[in-house]
């Protein structure tokens, strides 16, 4: 057995591609087999005509597309698009102070990184229905404002655009944070301090040095945010109610209770085409130098 | 530059003292640089020549009643470097990596707010001073360039600000060593063509030697001497610094008799030399010389010249390096003992001298360099 072992090792070690891909196949197979091939059936089923009790029937059809172009579903996907994007940019402006701070910090600088983190350990569901506490009209702040006699009424904040807001900023910001500390953090400090003997102002630092060089960061933390905003139906479903739906909550709604799986097929095929586009054209647009232009 | 003007020390440290924490990394030094001069800050990591540098530029500040750093006669413990007369370039260069050879290069002028037109011409004429061609190189990012050539960016774009002083921060640390001679000579001669004062900060002795008018030795967060290369090499005040730069023999023992300008020293073991008279010599005192191993003989016991010094030991190793072989013989009570001797030709001229022979180390008194107590 072992004189085998050693044989099928020392084939290996002659073989740096078989090795190659004897590392990739357990993880390879996985997602093949769990991503690849459900997104494969998928795309099927929203090219066939729908079965009576959920399910398809055969046969091939191009209705579930052309169903989704109805003002009713481009709203819903507009709205999703807005609020992806005021999601990303919030998290961004929010964000990089704080991913600032800890990288320029020392002592700190785990603890910072621990509370970032910290979040992850309750599950996101917990986390939200914690938010509706926080929200609902006999919540926590609202109590507060009227306690402090800033207002009469409690103020309506659950189930609106408000409510989701915080909720998707809440959610995603530690995906804004991470990956643009990681950036600021391999930043070589003396390339500030090279640009301030240079004659570079702490403002000018920041906008020609610090700013262009956490572009990776940045960019990365955006489609973090962005790409999981856009499918994100949780969030919509408690803090939103019925009337906030997200593209999200519309596939999750095909896919159970109307029992279309067809329809919710093609409404993630053409959201996840629409993503695709988004971030190619968002790559495009970073390439385009921040902050390195000659000052006219 | 008027006359007056030019009696100005460029650079004055008048007793600065800079601590972190417990540690006095700068320990009330003081110094002038003057103008145009090539000045060395030289020492062992951790000895304090990189906080006097930083204190230069201006990214440290000196202590509370820590003493004046004076830019062209003007205190500028509060300055930030920005507001300083000053270019650096850095030890890895800090070469920025998203901006190209030219924009690297402007990005001092463009901070300063110098014409556009101006611009242009004069990243050009940095970039040839320091012989990289504007046409090849001007549009490569930093990524994209050898080491040596980053060294000529960075110097480029310090040069390119047309600066009082420039600080050098062990510029040439990287680079490999042909390279570096070439770049120390190059360094010398920009220093004298534009009339620049350098303030280069080094761990290498030699390189310190090569290019400096003088050089600050520092220890400990003290500049244990100043001077002219050949001062400090030829003599040195102290232990430290004798060590420091190039190699050194050391000897130790009392003084005995003063006769005819000499004093001649008892050694522990009962050897003795003779010594210039010294002001630091006085009756019975512990005296410690050094002699550097070119300056020193390797002679039969028998034929030692007269009036020089000689201690007896055995010859321990030969080594062959080129230029020189060093002789190492083991004298008892002060140790081995390095000589130098110039190679002649080995094939044509072979050494005397062969492990485990009887050996007199030789040398003149005059050759002793007294050093005081640290």
Redesign the interface.
Known sequence: MSALRERALAWLYTRPQARAWALLAPGGFWLVAFFLVPLLLMFVYSLMPRGIYGGVEPGFTLEHYARFIDPLYLQVLQRTFAWSIACTVICLFLGYPVAYVIARSSRWRTFLLFLVVLPFWTSFLVRTFAMIFLMRDTGLVNSWLMRLGLTEEPVTMLYTPFAVMIGLVYGFLPFMILPIYASLEKL?S??L?????????PA?RFR??TL??SMPGVVAGSLLVFIPALGSFLTSDLLGGAKQVMIGNLVQNQFSSARNWPFGSAASFIVMALVLAAVMWYLHVKDRPVG?E??? | MTGTHKGTPVVQFVGVSKSFGDVKAVDDVSFDIRRGEFFSILGPSGCGKTTTLRLLAGFEEPDEDGGEVRLLGETVNKKRPYERKIAMVFQNYALFPHLDVTRNVSFGLEQRKTPKSEIEDRVRRALEMVRLKPDVFSKRLPGQLSGGQRQRVALARALVLEPAILLLDEPLGAIDLKLRKEMQLELKSLNQQLGTTFVYVTHDQEEALTMSDRIAVMDNGRVAQLGTPAEIYENPRTASVARFIGESNFFNGQAGRRTGGRWVVAQPDGGSFEVPDHPGITDACQVQIAVRPEWMDVQKPDSIPPGENALMGTVRDIIYLGETMHVIVTVPGTGDVTVALRNEGQLIKPLLWKRGDTAAVAWLPEDCQILEAE
């Open positions: 070589d003396s390339l301090e090279a640009a301030e003997v240079l004659g570079a102002r000018a020609r040095i262009p060089l390195l000659i000052t006219k």
